[in-house]
């Protein structure tokens, strides 16, 4: 920055008085987050936590850069590193008083920079959300829904299955009905309305909630405030004499001719009521040219004046009512006045169009609920739901704010960014936050936007609410102090030059908020001229020849440390100069522009990735067969399913390969084909996991090899997007999958020229701007179900008349005017926008931007044809001249003929390339490559068993398992406390065992079964000498004893029941043997004789590690089979 | 239990040294190296060694005094906080009743585990008093039944062991454990174990100097990239492999990046299932998305009616449930439900669909699901899944592999777990149970054990302070999430938090706890450590180094050259190795080919968009999948009223029939009419009354309206032919047609025949007919190939549409007699009409011998909103697509 004084310096110190309440308008290029940067360590200064200083910007990258800027200059500060401008030095100051206060009460800032509390608007609404879940009703922990879509469907289907559903209030059903039959009954083709307002119903919730009675109350008072201005408007263009005239020349003319009939009644000029309003309509008919557009009519031309419209010649009023006209030809106030007239709404809605609304609040009603049992049984919320919850949570009735919030988390100061792109939830968020501050309580705003630059309405944001608070010049009750900057320190002073008279020029002259329109305000160049600079437009002939010279100019601006990027209003009017950069040998660097969609590698993935699920999808599997990495020719695929076609093609392909059919390239690229199919789905767990089949089969069939590295690249990006779609190992919702990929783009990559839209260059700058498809427009929008309208004296909420009305319904007409008329309001406010994405564009430039556009010329005049709603016709009062020499110039070279292109070419079938049918993906060699661990470390089961010696669960009975743990258990414990304790045989253990069993998982009903069981089984054990013996006390003895092991070169591992030393000093080893239900006696011999061959091997192994571990003791093997009450030694 | 008792017998062994740690995962680490130390000792079996984390020991000590009480489970615990919070007046206003009891459970254990007495700490928000109302109703709960939850163990085994009903051990090493950080309650049993004499070692780690790298990498691939590209060098060459741990804030979210990384540089063999992986997770996945489990919970939503069409895919196209073929066979199936246009799918429609050789699996699933109870208790609804799944076949008939083993042993253990909730749930429906079994599959992690070496451990930075290692990274390692920002509970005032020293009730603490945690990782985790954070979150945003791990100069920026393994060297920048063949034509129909073809009039619709598209449609066979149905499907629609319409020309016969009747009389006849066809098309098995009615009624006024309209033509006529089949040849081209409507006109002109086409979807648009833009050649063909002259019409003099658009009926017609068939003049314009017959006849003569030919030429004007769009795919084309911003 220099040195010189800034033309908005008062209003720089203002913005960072921490005693006022701060509104800062502040265009492109003008400091306004290093303004927002020095307030926050301003108020950072003085706060006691710095949780207390909340920064709110527009997106998490924005969020991050802040808490980067103010982390860089608290490390400078904390450095010493001296500063010489006088803006650094100042900022400089205000970080060492951070820092001391940090220190002083030990804050420890730069050790958690998490506590700055500099994010979005989201993540703040999902604190207060957790800060008080009840409060909020998000109840604490619930999940944030990034695509919530699917729970949109969700809520849709839901809704309309309730049409089936008695206990759903009979008037609820019929506007179900009612709503479904706009769409001639078909679900499909409201889903994608609803889904929309679904999205936006911050927007209409509130409107939701109002009953029919208080509709029917707004509406006349809304629609004359739309009406009067109308009527206001022509009033003005047309005074008393000439009205007076008007009216005697079409009263004269109603007695000659029936067209003007309706005249007759004409006393005076007609008032501002219904009837008036239906003459001046007749009016206004009467002296414009017909077309079913409004705005294509025109006033008409003295000649064109005949007897069909009730003029008869040579008559008297004739002749006056032609020399009116020609009076006011030119006169486009009075033509645009009487548009006005003719497109304004009747000061009533039909009974019908009003019925229609009520059915669509019922139904909205409805399907509000049923989104949020969606998002309960999900436990996932939008982030308007988080927005809806904070907002409750503060109770905005109740004036509280943020004094609900924890102590330490009460909100000293908040800073507000991108204040332009707030919408109306977050607007009355910040109002309720702010509801209970009071003056002089120490606390502080500070809202910093641009109107200019509000380009987000698409994301709902609402210029208006900007306007409307610059305008009353308070936020609730909180009285705000206006700030402007003026200065531009980013731009040349010939840029800024260039655009302040552009700007000046096309942007709308007055505020109007219906219509978002936004005045421009001119900025002041501090940044001094420093070589090359201003704004060129450049004409060219076809798109091709745009992209190329784009590319040219990229090349050509190229410098080190200059940075170029190429912007568009839409991603795809940049894909042609990508590929131009391409030939030019450039790398471009693309933000969010190449679709992975787009690209044939990861489409063929995609194919693959559908082949695998759903075996008769054909379209997929033929996908996959003319993939580069399986490459069957048409030929091949013709022959494949010759005498096939009805069947699928796995089906063609085995049959194909049984019969040997196809040439011997086209069988060894099936022979592939199948070997990894085969191969894949021979493991279990392989087929399973689509993602990780998919990956194996393009592996294995080499598709790595038809990627360049940047193209694999992607393809890893696409399977990473197809490993989170199939959780679960399957594609769930193939619709999400496919929108997921329509959403990712290529990685970002290092390049030379950046290339990006308009919206993702916001905040950003760049040295030179190249501002390509100038005259190429995008699509406009459907028209919603419903127009919602606030005005400053109601709401109007207008249905969209049904498209089934036939012309001759009596609502029709009247209904279509009032819809029409909003769609109108929002149409225009939609191309207000568009000047301030222009706006946005050109001010991203520090040295030059030059506007590219390809014209077509009018067959006629020559001139070139600008594209209504193109940046190109918003600039055309600034460009036209320009790009009319430069057509002519163009014009006057001789036309090269067009080619007629290759003829052959065109009647070939579309070619793709493809991999020799041997290619093979090279093999990694050289790698660690894990072995089994048999014998180098212990094995899961030593480890495992040494974890959870208690619980061995295994598939089967489960009532048996646990039954067999309990009396394992009590063995344990009757060899440690002694058979005396356990007289009873555990009954006075009953609530312990029950408890035990329970908490295994035993199923309440038989619990008290198993207890019952067990007791039996230590009954009987207790009661035999064999079973005493073996818990008695001896010399030596284990219970539940974990051995380990490592014998033969394999790891071994084992929980001996019971052993101990007998009296003759022998080693035992006692497996014991347990049933769920107890034997008849007659059954013990077979039991015995067939558990000891079943657990031979098993106490054999144990005898054995014993034996191991007490070398030259003799080891005794024996199972003990409690229901039989035998102890039989193994051998 | 008496000293003289416990040194006779087993419970000496408690008595003996013991090992505590503070995980479970370092628990097995040491064990693993203790049994390791063993067998290099030369010893061939031993004692296992007594190696057990804390909380596994508190559980197994607790257990082993046969306690009468119960110990609650996490999702027993849920339950009870759930039914509490479901009872209160509040819940009404809550968005998700479940989220709310998990936040209040987490504040409940943090009391308990820190020993705070809710009772005198302050209430001051809504939030605090509304918890208190929920603890007090499950304390009442825990106390009637005499349960415990897992945050009281601690207490309890204090008091036991200070009670002396507990045996305690000699000795105890405690090992991995930040000094000084045990919440109260776990102190206590420390506390309690000196006063009863065990002798409590803290093992403080060895206090390394390790060798610490900070780098600031370009993004968080380079970053992985950067980390895989050291290991691979040093798994490579060390023998035996270094014990690596890498360590992450967030793992879960580093999974899926991290994991494609791993897999391209260490083990590409693991890309193609060919070889195991020397990594592992510490924390597997939830086990609800294995997809053993997805087949299960799936299978257990089937009902008898109203099946979702996703529903059944979900079952029919489940890889975990069928082999290759049976999959095959349920595609089928699957293929053909979705056909139908069906918006729900009832059991029996599934049963009629399969294979027979898989019938009886899907018949005896739909009887045991007839027999299910209205409410039973989760155990027996747990016994009744487990019947469902056995119906099925679940999991399948193939032998499992040891993943799919482990999955499959655990989901069958949910079942028992489900068994555990009898008590806190009781009789519920099948649907909570259900809820219930779902959310204890989402809440255990399944990582199922190998038996290969896996050096590297990839863990939280929680998990890795604890552990020791040859070599650590710590990736990740930003401002942002380092330490990650506290997370207090809203439902307890933070003063007694912060004054119990619960660490994440406020900034400070939070802070303190994590720079232990990380001089731990930087001082005695292993010898070498990388500390990596990348200079941009995935999104883009800028990111600052934790300061945490070193001031900022101790940062250095890395730029490494990309890490490649051999794959991607072999790889070239620019265009890969493809070739391009030099010629890729489509053979000629053969006679053969020809006799097979089933070619109807959409052939032509297909080749005027694009040859190519008919060549695919036609040749090949290749359509999209047919998606599953929302609401009523068009073709059901078009259907009813074509039928109707056939119907009813049946009875009026022409426009003299359809003038005497007035509209009453009409509207009885076309709801009868529609009647009899609602039952076929509409069936009530699969369309509720009130979508069938509204159809009806819908289909009723379209009909109405159209003969209204009908009635205004201006030439009496008579309907000679409706649904007519016709089979023409068009150069040689057998086409199998199907003709709507013939009408024999009495004009001023004489007699005419009239082609009508009804439209009840799209648009009608005559420009369709254009012989340059011939994009709708469906009447063009029917009058220039004289399609009716089969069924004894003599010739075709015009064409029209017939739109039946709600409201707003029309004719659009191309005659050689009127132009309008409602208002104009007749006009005799025989001899344009010929010409334009003679033009279409030409056209199609030619596209007919064109696909013939094996002409498949692709538009390259063709765009999004083509109807062929989808076969785009085919090709490297893109349609051009709408613009987005």
Redesign the interface.
């Known amino acids: 920055m220099s040195d010189r004084v800034l033309p908005d310096a008062a209003d720089r110190e203002r913005a960072l008085d921490l005693s006022r309440h701060a509104l800062v308008m502040a265009p492109a290029g003008s400091g306004k987050t290093g303004l927002l940067v020095h307030r926050l360590l301003r108020a950072l200064a003085v706060v006691d936590k710095p949780?207390q200083v909340v920064a709110i910007t527009f997106?998490?990258?924005a969020?991050?850069?802040i808490?980067?800027r103010v982390?860089e200059v608290l490390?400078a500060a904390q450095d010493g590193i001296d500063a010489h401008d006088p803006h650094e030095k100042a900022l400089r100051l205000s970080a060492r008083a951070v820092l001391d206060r940090d220190a002083r009460l030990?804050?420890?800032l730069?050790?958690?920079?998490?506590?700055l509390n500099a994010l979005t608007i989201d993540a703040f609404c999902a604190q207060i959300g957790?800060?008080?879940?009840?409060?909020s009703?998000?109840?604490?922990?619930?999940a944030i829904a990034e695509d919530p879509r699917g729970l949109y469907l969700d809520a849709i289907?839901r809704l309309?299955e309730e049409?089936?559903d008695a206990s759903v209030p009979a008037a609820d059903?019929d506007a179900l009905?009612r709503v479904?039959?706009l769409s001639?009954?078909?679900?499909?083709r409201l889903?994608e309305p609803l889904s929309a307002m679904l999205a936006r119903r911050e927007q209409w919730m509130g409107a939701a909630a109002s009953t029919d009675e208080d509709w029917d109350a707004q509406d006349e008072r809304a629609l004359a405030s739309l009406i009067e201005p109308a009527l206001d408007a022509l009033h003005r263009c047309i005074d008393e004499a000439d009205q007076r005239a008007l009216i005697d020349l079409l009263r004269d003319g109603a007695g000659h001719a029936e067209p003007l009939a309706w005249a007759a009644s004409l006393g005076a000029w007609p008032g501002p009521d219904a009837e008036g309003l239906a003459l001046l309509r007749r009016i206004a008919d009467t002296l414009l040219t017909a077309d079913e557009k409004i705005e294509r009519r025109h006033l008409r031309k003295p000649k064109g004046v005949n007897k069909t419209s009730g003029f008869l010649p040579q008559l008297p009023y004739t002749l006056g009512f032609k020399s009116l006209l020609e009076s006011r030809q030119g006169d486009e106030a009075f033509v645009h006045a009487l548009r006005g007239v003719l497109s304004a709404p009747d000061f009533a809605l039909p009974e019908e169009l009003r019925a229609l609304r009520t059915a669509w609040l019922r139904v909205l009603r409805r399907l509000a609920a049923h989104l949020?049992v969606a998002?309960?049984e999900s436990?996932q919320?939008d982030f308007p739901?988080l927005a809806q919850?904070a907002l409750q949570a503060l109770r905005p009735g109740g004036g509280v704010g943020d004094a609900?919030l924890?102590?330490?988390r009460s909100i000293r100061h908040l800073l507000v960014d991108e204040m332009q792109d707030t919408s109306e939830t977050q607007l009355r968020l910040l109002e309720s936050l702010t509801a209970a501050w009071t003056p002089g309580d120490g606390r502080s705003l500070f809202l910093v936007g641009d109107p200019q630059q509000s380009i987000y309405a698409?994301r709902k944001a609402e210029v208006r609410l900007f306007l409307r608070m610059w305008d009353e010049q308070r936020l609730g009750a909180l009285p705000l102090t206006r700030l402007r900057l003026t200065a531009n320190f980013r731009s040349q002073p010939t840029v800024v030059g260039w655009f302040n008279d552009a700007f000046e020029r096309i942007f709308p002259r007055v505020t109007d908020p219906l219509r978002g329109a936004v005045p421009f305000a001119s900025s002041v160049a501090l940044r001094d001229a420093d070589g090359e600079g201003g704004i060129e437009v450049a004409v060219h002939d076809d798109v091709d020849a745009e992209a190329r010279a784009v590319a040219g100019e990229a090349a050509r601006r190229l410098a080190p440390g200059r940075t170029v990027a190429v912007l568009a209003?839409?991603?795809?009017?940049l894909q042609p100069i990508i590929r131009a950069l391409r030939e030019q040998g450039l790398t471009p660097a693309c933000?969010d522009i190449d679709p992975l969609a787009?690209l044939?590698e990861v489409?063929d993935l995609f194919?693959l990735a559908r082949a695998l699920?759903?075996?008769?999808?054909?379209?997929?599997w033929?996908?996959l067969l003319?993939a580069?990495f399986v490459g069957l020719?048409?030929?091949q695929?013709?022959e494949l399913?010759?005498?096939r076609?009805?069947q699928?093609w796995?089906?063609r392909i085995t049959a194909a390969l049984d019969e040997g059919a196809l040439d011997a390239d086209g069988r060894a690229r099936l022979r592939r084909l199948q070997d990894a199919l085969d191969a894949?789905?021979a493991?279990?767990?392989?087929?399973?996991?689509?993602a990780?089949?998919t990956?194996?089969m393009w592996?294995?069939l080499g598709g790595?090899?038809?990627?360049?590295?940047?193209?694999?690249d992607d393809v890893?990006q696409g399977?990473?997007c197809l490993?989170?779609e199939t959780?679960?190992?399957?594609i769930?919702?193939?619709?999400r999958l496919e929108r997921r990929l329509a959403e990712l783009y290529a990685?970002?990559r290092e390049g030379q020229v950046q290339l990006m839209?308009?919206?993702k260059a916001k905040g950003l700058e760049f040295d030179h701007v190249l501002l390509a498809g100038l005259n190429?427009?995008?699509?406009g929008e459907l028209r919603p179900p419903l127009h919602l309208l606030d005005l400053p004296a109601a709401t109007l909420l207008v249905p969209r008349p049904?498209?089934?009305?036939?012309p001759e319904?009596p609502a029709r007409e009247s209904s279509t005017r009032a819809f029409e008329c909003l769609h109108a309001l929002y149409s225009e406010a939609r191309r207000n926008e568009g000047y301030r994405l222009l706006y946005v564009a050109i001010t991203r430039a520090r040295r030059t931007a030059t506007l590219h556009l390809t014209a077509e010329r009018d067959a006629l005049t020559g001139a070139a044809k600008l594209k209504a709603h193109s940046f190109a016709a918003m600039l055309e009062p600034v460009i036209r001249a320009h790009i009319d020499t430069v057509v002519e110039r163009e014009a006057t070279r001789p036309v090269e003929p067009t080619s007629t292109g290759d003829t052959t070419r065109?009647?070939?079938?579309?070619?793709?390339?493809?991999?020799?049918a041997d290619v093979q993906?090279?093999?990694?060699?050289?790698?660690?490559?894990?072995?089994?661990?048999?014998t180098?470390?212990?094995?899961?089961a030593?480890?495992?068993?040494?974890?959870e010696?208690?619980e061995k669960?295994d598939?089967g009975d489960?009532y048996a398992q646990l039954v067999g743990t309990l009396y394992h258990?009590a063995m344990?414990?009757i060899?440690?406390?002694?058979l005396d304790a356990w007289r009873d045989a555990g009954d006075s253990?009953r609530?312990?065992?029950a408890?035990?069993l329970?908490?295994?998982?035993?199923?309440?009903?038989?619990v008290e079964p198993a207890v019952a069981r067990v007791i039996e089984l230590l009954s009987r054990t207790l009661a035999s000498d064999q079973g005493r013996w073996l818990v008695s006390?001896?010399a030596w003895?284990?219970?539940?004893?974990?051995?380990?092991?490592?014998?033969d070169g394999r790891?071994i591992?084992a929980v001996i029941d019971r052993c101990f030393e007998d009296e003759q000093g022998r080693l035992w080893v006692v497996d014991y043997k347990t049933r769920a239900e107890a034997l008849i006696a007659h059954e013990h011999e077979s039991y015995v004789a067939q558990g000891v061959e079943r657990y031979r091997a098993q106490v054999t192994q144990y005898v054995e590690?014993?034996r191991?571990?007490r070398p030259g003791r003799e080891v005794r093997g024996a199972l003990y089979f409690v229901d039989a009450d035998r102890l039989v030694e193994v051998s | 239990?008496s000293d003289e008792?416990?040194r006779?017998?087993?419970?000496h062994?408690s008595r003996e040294r013991l090992t505590l740690t503070a995980t479970?995962r370092l628990?097995?680490t040491l064990?693993?190296d203790a049994?390791?130390d063993?067998?290099r000792s030369g010893?061939?079996?031993?004692?296992?060694?007594r190696?057990a984390g804390f909380s596994?020991w508190l559980i197994?000590t607790w257990?082993a005094g046969?306690?009468?009480?119960?110990?609650l489970?996490g999702t027993q615990e849920l339950v009870l906080w759930r039914d509490a919070?479901e009872r209160d007046e509040?819940s009404s206003?809550?968005?998700?009743?479940?989220?709310?009891?998990?936040?209040?459970r987490?504040a409940d254990q943090l009391l308990r585990r820190h020993a705070i007495d809710l009772e005198s700490t302050p209430a001051w928000?809504?939030?605090h008093q509304?918890f208190r109302r929920w603890r007090r109703q499950v304390a009442r709960r825990l106390q009637q039944n005499?349960w415990l939850t897992s945050a009281d163990l601690a207490g309890e085994v204090a008091r036991l062991i200070g009670e002396g009903s507990i045996a305690v051990p000699e000795a105890i090493d405690l090992v991995g454990f930040a000094a000084a950080a045990l919440p109260a309650s776990e102190q206590a049993v420390i506390d309690a174990l000196i006063a009863r004499g065990t002798q409590v070692q803290w093992i403080a780690a060895s206090a390394l100097r390790p060798r610490v790298q900070r780098c600031v990498l370009p993004d968080p691939?380079s970053q992985w990239r950067f980390v895989c590209a050291d290991l691979?060098e040093r798994?490579?060459t060390a023998d035996?492999?270094p014990r690596v741990v890498v360590a992450l804030a967030d793992p879960d979210g580093a999974r899926?990046?991290g994991e494609?990384v791993l897999r391209?540089l260490?083990?590409?063999?693991a890309?193609?299932?060919e070889?195991?992986?020397?990594w592992r997770w510490e924390r597997g996945?939830r086990l609800?998305?294995?997809?053993?489990?997805?087949?299960l919970l799936a299978l257990l939503q089937l009902r008898p009616e109203d099946n979702?069409p996703?529903l059944a895919s979900?079952v029919l196209?489940?890889?975990?449930l069928w082999t290759?073929s049976e999959?095959?066979l349920t595609?089928?199936a699957?293929?053909a439900l979705r056909d139908r246009g069906w918006?729900r799918i009832r059991l029996a429609r599934v049963i009629e669909a399969v294979h027979e050789s898989l019938r009886p699996r899907f018949e005896e699933l739909a009887r045991r699901i007839a027999q299910a109870p209205s409410r039973a208790?989760p155990?027996?609804w747990?016994?009744h899944f487990r019947a469902l799944a056995d119906a099925l076949g679940w999991p399948g008939s193939?032998?499992?592999?040891s993943?799919?083993y482990q999955a499959v042993?655990a989901l069958?253990?949910l079942f028992?777990?489900l068994?555990?909730l009898?008590?806190q749930l009781g009789r519920v429906p099948q649907a909570s149970a259900r809820d219930w079994l779902s959310e204890l599959a989402r809440g255990a992690a399944f990582a199922p054990?190998?038996?290969?070496?896996?050096?590297v451990l990839i863990t939280s930075l929680d998990e890795a302070a604890a552990m020791s290692c040859d070599l650590l990274y710590v990736l990740d390692a930003s401002?942002?999430q380092v330490?990650?920002?506290a997370?207090p509970t809203?439902?307890v005032a933070?003063e007694a938090l912060r004054a119990a020293g619960v660490p994440e009730a406020?900034?400070?603490t939070w802070?303190a706890r994590t720079?232990a945690q990380v001089a731990r990782l930087l001082g005695g985790c292993a010898p070498e450590v990388y500390v990596c954070v990348p200079a941009v979150?995935p999104?883009?945003?800028?990111?600052?180094p934790s300061?945490?791990f070193g001031a900022?100069d101790a940062w250095t920026r890395v730029e490494p050259a990309r890490s490649?393994?051999?794959?991607?060297s072999?790889?070239?920048?620019?265009?890969?190795?493809?070739?391009?063949?030099d010629r890729?034509?489509?053979?000629p129909v053969d006679e053969?080919?020809r006799t097979?073809l089933r070619a109807d009039s959409g052939l032509f619709r297909a080749w005027f968009e694009s040859p190519?598209f008919a060549?695919?449609r036609y040749?090949?066979?290749?359509?999209?999948?047919p998606?599953p149905?929302?609401?009523?499907d068009?073709r059901v629609?078009g259907t009813l009223v074509h039928r109707a319409l056939e119907d009813l020309w049946g009875e009026l016969r022409d426009s003299a029939g359809l003038a005497a009747i007035d509209d009453d009389a009409l509207s009885r006849r076309i709801h009868a009419r529609l009647d009899a066809r609602l039952a076929a098309l509409l069936p009530a098995t699969e369309f509720?009354?009130?979508?069938r009615a509204?159809?009806r009624a819908?289909a009723h006024?379209v009909v109405l309206?159209w003969l209204r309209h009908e009635r205004t033509r201006i030439d009496p006529f008579h309907v000679e032919r409706c649904e007519l089949e016709a089979r023409p040849v068009v150069a040689s081209l057998p086409l199998s047609l199907r003709l709507d409507r013939v009408d024999r006109v009495e004009t001023p002109l004489g007699e005419r025949w009239l082609v009508i086409d009804y439209k009840t979807g799209r648009e009608a648009d005559q420009r369709g007919w254009r012989i340059d833009q011939l994009r709708e050649p469906q009447l063009p063909l029917y009058a220039s190939h004289a399609a009716t002259l089969a069924a004894g019409i003599p010739q075709v003099d015009g064409i029209c549409f017939g739109h039946l658009?709600?409201?707003?009926p029309a004719l659009v017609a191309r005659t050689n007699w009127r132009k309008l068939l409602r208002s104009d003049p007749p006009a005799d314009t025989h001899g344009e009409w010929n010409e334009d017959l003679v033009r279409w006849r030409g056209v199609m003569e030619q596209a007919a011998r064109g696909f013939l030919d094996g002409?498949?030429?692709?538009d390259p004007r063709v765009g999004a909103r083509s109807y062929y769009a989808?076969?785009l795919?085919?090709?490297?084309?893109?349609p051009?697509?709408?613009?987005?911003?």
């Open positions: 949780e997106t998490n990258k969020a991050a850069e808490r980067a982390l490390r030990d804050w420890q730069l050790a958690q920079p998490a506590r957790a800060q008080l879940p009840l409060l009703g998000l109840g604490g922990g619930i289907a309309f049409i089936e059903r009905a479904l039959r001639g009954n078909r679900l499909d889903v949020r998002f309960a436990q919320a739901q919850s609900l924890a102590a330490d698409f209003r839409a991603r795809s009017h933000q787009a044939p489409r194919a699920w759903h075996p008769e999808d054909r379209l997929a033929a996908v003319r580069p020719s048409w030929a695929m013709l399913s010759r005498g076609a009805g699928p796995p089906a894949t789905a493991q279990r767990s392989l087929r399973a996991e689509l990780d089949r990956e194996a592996m294995r790595p090899m038809g990627c360049t590295r940047a193209a694999l890893r399977l990473r490993r989170e959780r679960g190992g399957s769930r919702d193939p619709e990685a970002p839209t308009v919206h190429r427009t995008v699509p049904d498209e089934a009305w036939p319904h065109l009647a070939m079938p579309p070619r793709t390339p493809r991999l020799r993906v090279p093999p990694e060699t050289g790698l660690y490559q894990p072995i089994e661990v048999r180098l470390r212990p094995s899961e030593v480890l495992a068993a040494q974890e010696p208690v669960r598939e489960l258990e344990q414990r060899a440690g406390e002694g253990r609530g312990s065992m408890a035990g329970r908490r295994r998982g035993m199923p309440e009903p038989r006390p001896k003895s284990r219970s539940e004893y974990p051995l380990a092991g490592l014998r790891w591992s590690l014993l191991a571990l | 239990m008792a416990l006779a017998d087993d419970a062994a479970d628990a097995r064990r693993e049994n390791l063993r067998s010893a061939p079996v031993w004692e296992a060694p190696i596994r197994d257990t046969w306690p009468d009480a119960q110990l489970s919070v509040l206003q809550l968005l998700a009743p479940l989220a709310a009891a998990r936040e209040a987490r928000s809504d939030e509304v005499h691939e691979r798994l490579r035996p492999p899926e990046l494609s391209g260490l083990a590409p063999w890309m193609t299932g070889g195991p992986a020397p996945r609800s998305e294995h997809p053993q489990a997805d087949a979702a996703e979900r196209l489940s890889a975990a290759e999959r095959a595609a089928r699957d293929e918006p208790l155990s027996e747990g016994a193939e032998a499992l592999d993943s799919s042993k069958r253990g028992d777990r068994g555990t009898d008590a054990r190998v038996e290969h070496a896996q050096p401002a942002a330490p990650v920002p997370r809203a439902f933070a406020a900034p400070e802070l720079q979150d999104r883009g945003a800028p990111q600052q300061t945490l900022a490649i393994g051999t794959l991607e072999a790889l070239t920048r620019a265009a890969p190795a493809l070739e391009w063949p890729d034509i489509v053979p053969t080919e097979a190519f060549f695919c040749r090949l066979g290749v359509e999209p999948l998606q149905p929302r609401g009523l068009a629609q509720g009354a009130v979508t509204i159809e819908r006024d309206q658009k709600d409201g707003h002409e498949a030429w692709l989808d076969l795919a085919l090709t490297h084309a893109l051009d697509d709408e613009a987005s911003a």
